[in-house]
Every structure is written in structure tokens, then in C-alpha cells.
């Protein structure tokens, strides 16, 4: 079955700093990943996605992240984070409607 | 124009009552789901729903009912609740198997007392 691991439950970055959250899943065929946000109170947002190809995707609010198979990681980085990024940030990994989610990385923006 | 929305966003009950959650997509997804969110923010698929069949049933009471009157709808009825209800519900959306990702609820905060 398929399984995803966040390893930091919490991490604070100051703002304008770099950003890198961590993501490690397990799936017996060729993964789809996903990153996902939820500000306070809010549903999640989907920041990107990866299924096939160049394995560097593109998101929106200047997220990427990078599908690295030997390692079975899938991280999320931004080059420089505002003080709006401040959320959580969920992993999954899934297909076939059956979509499985990472314990979340808590994201604390320092001014 | 809301893509996935949840009624009601709050719900305070006691225990030993049934409630329903309402989810309605307009997104023209054919496959709808329902998720936990517990209070370390953990998010557990509780159903899924493909064109009104449900396709994923995980470990969850019976007390807990999914009913999609069509494809656009998927409610979520709970008999007897239970202080351990105590959640976030997320509905959730997706065209064919998810590939592209899933649209979310702004989810409806149950609260049992």
C-alpha cells in the first residue's frame, strides 16, 4: 500500500529565506505525487503535481519540487519565502481515487 | 462561484445525534471523496465515490454513511455521535482516477459535546 512520510512536523524559516520540506513515499509502480497547502481554516490547495516526464515540476506561488526515484523523495522547495506562506504543507502520493496524505509539515515565517 | 462546497461549515451537536454533511461539486468531476481530519491535522480517505458507486470504503464505522444522490453530491450522514467524531470532514473532487489532482472543501467542523 501506498504510504507517504513528512519527517519534519515543524520547521520556521525567516522570511525571504529558502525553503525545502521534505516528502518520502512508498508505492509499488510509478508514483503520482502531489504537494498540497492549508492556510487556517481553509481546504487544501494543490501547489503541484507529478506524474510522468521532466521530473522538476513547477507550481503556483513559486513552489517546485523535485521527483527523485532512487531516493523515493519528492521535496518541495521555494527560494524565497513570504511571510503568506506561513501554513501547513501536505505530501500525498496516489492513483486510481486513492489519494494518501503525509502528516503534514508545519511552516512558521519569521519577519 | 465555490467548485466544492461543504454545509455547514460548523457543527456543534451532542452525542447520540445524527447529522448529515452536504457536499455538492460543480466542477463536473465524476468522483467524489470524503476525508478526516483529525486534531494533528492528520488526513485520513474515509470514502470515495465514482459516478454514484462507491469505489473506496476504508476502516471506518458504521455509524458513518456516504449517500451520492448523483454524481455532483456526496453527503455524509453519521448516526450516534461519538465524542470521538470530533473532526475536520473534508469533501473532495476529481476528474477520472486523481491523476491530476483532487479539489477540496473548505471543510465543515464537527464537534460533539
Known amino acids: 500500500a501506498q504510504s507517504v512520510t513528512q519527517p519534519d512536523i515543524h520547521i520556521t524559516v525567516s522570511e525571504g529565506a529558502s525553503l525545502e520540506l521534505r516528502c518520502n513515499y512508498s508505492?509499488?509502480?510509478?508514483?503520482?505525487l502531489f504537494w498540497y497547502v492549508q492556510s487556517p481554516g481553509q481546504g487544501l490547495q494543490l501547489l503541484l503535481k507529478?506524474?510522468?516526464?521532466?521530473?522538476l515540476v513547477q507550481g503556483i506561488k513559486g513552489f517546485e519540487a523535485e521527483f527523485k526515484r532512487s531516493q523515493s523523495s519528492f521535496n518541495l522547495r521555494k527560494p524565497s519565502v513570504h511571510w503568506s506562506d506561513a501554513a501547513e504543507y501536505f505530501c500525498a502520493v496516489g492513483n486510481n481515487n486513492d489519494m494518501r496524505f503525509g502528516a503534514g509539515t508545519r511552516l512558521t515565517v519569521k519577519p | 462561484d465555490t467548485a466544492v462546497s461543504q454545509t455547514p461549515k460548523y457543527l456543534v451537536t451532542q452525542m447520540g445525534n445524527d447529522k448529515s454533511i452536504k457536499c455538492e461539486q460543480n466542477l463536473g468531476h465524476d468522483t467524489m471523496y470524503w476525508y478526516k481530519q483529525d486534531s494533528k491535522k492528520f488526513l485520513k480517505i474515509m470514502f470515495s465515490?465514482?459516478?454514484?458507486?462507491?469505489?473506496i470504503n476504508e476502516t471506518v464505522p458504521n455509524r458513518f454513511s456516504p449517500k451520492s444522490p448523483d454524481k455532483a453530491h456526496l453527503n455524509l450522514h453519521i448516526n450516534s455521535l461519538e465524542l470521538g467524531d470530533s473532526a475536520v470532514y473534508f469533501c473532495?473532487?476529481?476528474?477520472?482516477?486523481?491523476?491530476?489532482?483532487?479539489?477540496f472543501g473548505s471543510g465543515t467542523r464537527l464537534t460533539v459535546v
Open positions: 508505492y509499488g509502480a510509478t508514483p503520482y
Open positions: 473532495a473532487s476529481s476528474q477520472g482516477t486523481g491523476v491530476y489532482g483532487y479539489t
Open positions: 465515490y465514482n459516478n454514484k458507486e462507491l469505489i
Open positions: 507529478y506524474f510522468s516526464g521532466d521530473t
